[in-house]
């Protein structure tokens, strides 16, 4: 049976190589990103932002062609020529020369302008949300690339901290204390702690470039400086439920679906044009002026399809404005309790920190005095492992809390201004 002491240089090794890794994955080399309320600044050029203004410009500029008056039609027209007899040539014919302007009548016109604003009103609302969604999506983005790092900057302790262990426990092999099966189980812990920190590490590269892709950055992100995850929420009451940005775009839409009804009854009523002109008779060589007011009659079509069309697209407008407003309602209550749920979350995720690495310590100390076991270590020590991680998880989690309550509020997360 090999002793020991053979098998300790190979893991010594084995520390070295963590160690040096450990140093050339660290800091020194990372490009920091710039803080969140420095790319906050930018969210107006994001892809969701721009695509909202130029729909927000399309509606805008339909509203100023609603205000545009029909062109009217010139017609000109001979009659009486190039046929027989005495209508052989042209010098009996008869020429019209006519201008025959819509008159939009019945409030035809504005109407149409009424309308034109509703959906631009509703695109400017939906603008707003894509802005706030928008900073939302960053935020979230950037405290989980900050979590990520924090993760792997955890496995690389703990991995640190497992080797530490695995000397010790070899150095009581060593000596006699603890049988050999202690020594196996030392470097099957530390193996499982590398794939672990290289596991996080690979989480970590990902969440960088997500961050580096939602923020637009010209140049990957490698680390994290300014931290959001430990910023403190901003503790504003939650609106009533028609302040919700999803609330506001429903009432819009609601609105317009509303005057658009009334553009269908317009339609319905005749569409009055008024002509006038000019007519050259040759045979006499004189001219007169010719005049007169045309509109269909409604027998076959009074625009009854649309209207209803229209009166049921405004009910289905309703139900959806009741159902934003009860949704916002309900998920305000939540937001506000998830956020409150989670500020007491991180005060004892950090409590629990506090304990463990007191804990940790001390079986440290009875561990390498002989007096606790290596299981008691290894149990303190996942102990350790594990509050570490619930308290990045517990900031991660008031972030998401902060991000659903500031959609809600149509704000920037964590008081920015959008």
């Known amino acids: 049976m090999p002793s020991p002491i053979r098998r300790l240089p190979p893991f010594a090794v084995g520390c070295a190589v963590v160690a040096l890794t450990t140093a ?19 969210i107006g050029a ?28 010139a017609a000109l027209e001979a009659e009486n020529a190039f046929g027989s007899g005495p209508f052989s040539g042209y010098d ?61 900057a955890l496995a690389e302790e703990a991995l640190s901290l497992t080797i530490a262990d695995a000397r010790a426990a070899l150095v009581l092999v060593e000596e006699g204390r603890e049988p050999m099966l202690r020594g196996i189980q030392a470097e099957s812990e530390a193996a499982a702690a590398r794939a672990t920190r290289d596991e996080a590490q690979a989480e970590r590269d990902a969440a960088f470039a997500r961050l580096t892709a939602v923020a637009m950055l010209p140049a990957p992100v490698t680390s994290i400086v300014d931290s959001l995850l430990d910023d403190a929420p901003t503790r504003t009451a939650i609106e009533a439920a028609p302040g919700a940005p999803a609330v506001r775009v429903a009432e819009a839409e609601r609105e317009a679906a509303e005057r658009r009804i009334a553009v269908e009854r317009v339609r319905a009523r005749p569409d009055v044009s008024a002509s006038v002109g000019v007519r050259r008779y040759e045979a006499e060589d004189a001219t ?50 998830r956020l409150n749920a989670s500020v007491s979350r991180v005060a004892a995720a950090d409590a ?54 500031a959609r809600l509020q149509a704000r920037a997360p964590f008081g920015g201004v959008q």
């Open 352 to 405: 629990g920190v506090t304990s463990s690495e007191e804990a940790y310590r001390l079986s440290r100390i009875g561990f390498e005095a002989g007096r606790i076991s290596q299981l008691e270590l290894r149990g303190t020590r996942a102990a350790l492992i594990t509050a570490r991680n619930a308290a990045v998880d517990a900031r991660l989690a008031r972030v998401r809390a902060e991000i659903d309550l």
């Open 24 to 42: 050339l994955t660290g800091p020194a080399w990372a490009d920091p990103a710039p803080s969140f309320r420095t790319l906050l600044e930018r």
């Open 288 to 337: 007169a002026l010719t005049f007169g007011i045309s509109m269909p009659l409604p027998l076959f079509d009074r625009n009854r399809g649309n209207i209803d069309a229209a009166q049921a697209e405004f009910r289905a407008a309703d139900a959806r404005l009741a159902g934003a407003r009860q949704e916002a309602e309900a998920d305000g209550q939540a937001a506000v309790a």
């Open 46 to 73: 994001s892809p969701a932002a721009a695509e909202a203004d130029a729909l927000l410009e399309a509606a805008e500029a339909r509203v100023r062609q609603a205000r545009v008056r029909p062109n009217p039609t």
């Open 92 to 152: 009996n014919a008869e020429t019209t020369l006519s201008l025959t302007q819509d008159l939009e009548l019945w409030g035809r016109r504005g109407a149409r302008v009424e309308v034109a604003r509703a959906e631009a009103g509703t695109a400017s609302l939906r603008r707003d949300q894509a802005v706030v969604d928008a900073a939302g999506r960053l935020a979230l983005a950037y405290a989980e690339a900050e979590a990520a790092e924090r993760r792997f």
